[in-house]
């Protein structure tokens, strides 16, 4: 079994900075790629950022682009998310994510951490 667990999330006032961390524990396994969802209040979880290991490829929302910053260790299945400039309407839970094949969805979630944005 593979467990992501996620820390970093907080309270913190726009135009600030976070830095979520994402570990993965459990059962040895090879990521193909890791990213980051989030959840907002009454809304549907969304794509935040990703990265492929396969040449680092980065990848980011609309909304994120050239705030959040996504890296991580691709030996140690580990993955960051640098958030600046935060707004209020970033508030939401912040998900952990991995998949270990090249095709489908992501198939590890962790359970969470929340980050709330005062005005």
């Known amino acids: 079994q593979v467990q992501l667990v996620e820390s970093g999330g907080g309270l913190v006032q726009a135009g600030g900075s976070l830095r979520l961390s994402c570990a993965a524990s459990g059962r040895t396994f090879s990521s193909y790629k890791m990213g980051w969802y989030r959840q907002a209040p009454g809304k549907e979880r969304e794509f935040v950022a990703a990265?492929?290991?396969?040449?680092?490829?980065?990848y980011y929302a609309d909304s994120v682009k050239g705030r959040f910053t996504i890296s991580g260790d691709n030996a140690k299945n580990t993955v960051y998310l640098q958030m600046n400039s935060l707004k209020p309407e970033d508030t939401a839970v912040y998900y952990c994510?991995?998949?270990?094949?090249?095709?489908?969805?992501?198939?590890?979630w962790g359970t969470g951490t929340k980050v709330t944005v005062s005005s």
């Open positions: 990265i492929r290991w396969s040449g680092s490829t980065t």
């Open positions: 994510a991995a998949r270990d094949t090249p095709v489908g969805g992501y198939n590890y």
